[in-house]
């Protein structure tokens, strides 16, 4: 029976988002039952894609990805994979109706990391769009459940959140990408002469991102608000302890939230979501 393949699928998933994210995991815990599955089959869908172009040095990129390309539209086609990551993500596609559009936009910006290390207004845009901000939109069309009016009100939020969440991954991973793979993200910043103006002009922007996400946190159903919300709570506090750190050190060590903070995030968030205080 397939139902079995599939809930060995969905496991391989699960598995995946919290080898890789200890952060969105808790965010997924957080979310009403029934919604945690398919968040789990995207992010297992995008980070094996992201792992391609950013870890598998050694390896084909350009053919891995292809590949998998391939692999993502013959599994949502045959409503099967024997890859599990992508059976789970095929059954996600169905259920919710993601759209075509969505992933291949995905897909188009993770082609860009094998080819593109520096990028102009215009690039930087059709990169955060593809790797973040539709991203977002896959898990509006789970959290609001075929309710496609709520989709177009939310849209925008959903997708200044996956925004916010990217810069930040790109100020935590500047040790990574400029100095190890040589990837720039920020057209307007010279990373040769990084300094704490640089800086600042990144995080307000990262901070009006999140401003304006916060308000469709607001009008979320309340069974994916409080999973949102302290994916949302986690990041701003990286974002704060980034702020705080000097810009010298940003590009010499990779920021993290200690697990204790993170506890404390969480329960204050809880108090919070059990009081309609979000």
């Known amino acids: 029976m397939k139902e079995l393949f599939d809930k060995v699928s969905i496991k391989c998933s699960r598995i995946t988002t919290r080898a890789y994210s200890t952060s969105f995991s808790l965010g997924i815990l957080c979310l009403r039952k029934e919604l945690r599955d398919p968040i789990y089959a995207i992010y297992g869908f995008v980070r094996f894609a992201d792992e391609i172009v950013d870890t598998f040095h050694e390896y084909n990129k350009t053919e891995l990805l292809e590949n998998f390309k391939k692999e993502t539209w013959k599994a949502i086609e045959q409503r099967i994979s024997l890859n599990p990551i992508l059976n789970s993500f095929q059954k996600t596609v169905h259920q919710y109706k993601i759209d075509r559009s969505s992933i291949e936009l995905f897909l188009r910006s993770m082609e860009m990391d094998l080819y593109r290390n520096r990028h102009d207004q215009h690039s930087l845009k ?10 977002g939109l896959m898990c509006l069309r789970v959290f609001v459940n075929g309710d496609d009016v709520l989709y177009e009100q939310l849209k925008p939020y959903a997708m200044r959140l996956g925004s916010a969440f990217q810069k930040v991954n790109f100020l935590r991973d500047l040790q990574a990408d400029y100095l190890h793979m040589g990837r720039t993200y920020f057209p307007e910043v010279d990373f040769s002469r990084f300094d704490d103006s ?10 009006q991102d999140f401003d304006a996400a916060y308000q469709g946190i607001k009008m979320l159903p309340r069974s994916s608000r409080f999973g949102v919300y302290v994916a949302y709570v986690y990041y701003r506090a990286l974002l704060q302890k980034i702020r705080n750190t000097p810009s010298e050190l940003i590009l010499s060590t990779r920021i993290r939230i200690r697990n204790r903070h993170k506890a404390r995030l969480l329960a204050l968030s809880f108090v919070k979501h059990q009081l309609n205080l979000i």
Do not use: D, F, Q, T
Request: proline share 0%; no cysteine.
């Open 198 to 207: 640089h800086k600042r002009l990144i995080e307000k922007s990262i901070e």
């Open 126 to 135: 059709e990169y955060i769009l593809g790797s973040a901000e539709v991203v």
